[in-house]
């Protein structure tokens, strides 16, 4: 079983830029397809970027493509989450996540991932 960590959540200003981090301890996330999603109050939680193992499949969710970058550093244990361009509406509790489905399936789907962080709060200021 995974454990995951987020870091690096703030208050920033809109137009500026965050790295959030999550780190793994119990198991290696090369094993497993990673995931960003987000929540904000009284909304469902939401997709924003998944990875596959290897990085070699990436996805976005709209809202987000252009602005975010997930990354992935297999021999840290390591994935990431790069926001540019931040508005207002990024506000949310950001989570990582990790699915043991590999391949197939849906990236972007909620119920794929097996393992959440506790998570980190990212609010932007206009």
């Known amino acids: 079983q995974v454990q995951l960590v987020e870091s690096g959540g703030g208050l920033v200003q809109a137009g500026d830029s965050l790295r959030l981090s999550c780190a793994a301890s119990g198991d290696t996330l090369r094993s497993y397809r990673m995931g960003w999603f987000r929540q904000a109050p009284g909304k469902e939680r939401e997709f924003v970027a998944a990875?596959?193992?290897?990085?070699?499949?990436?996805y976005y969710a709209d809202a987000v493509k252009g602005r975010f970058t997930i990354s992935r550093d297999n021999a840290k244990n390591m994935i990431f989450l790069r926001m540019n361009s931040l508005k207002p509406e990024d506000t949310a509790i950001y989570y990582c996540?990790?699915?043991?489905?590999?391949?197939?399936?849906?990236?972007?789907?909620?119920?794929?991932?097996?393992?959440w962080g506790q998570g980190t709060q990212v609010t932007v200021s206009s």
């Open positions: 990875i596959s193992r290897s990085a070699v499949s990436i």
């Open positions: 996540a990790a699915s043991r489905t590999t391949i197939g399936g849906s990236p972007r789907a909620r119920n794929e991932y097996d393992y």
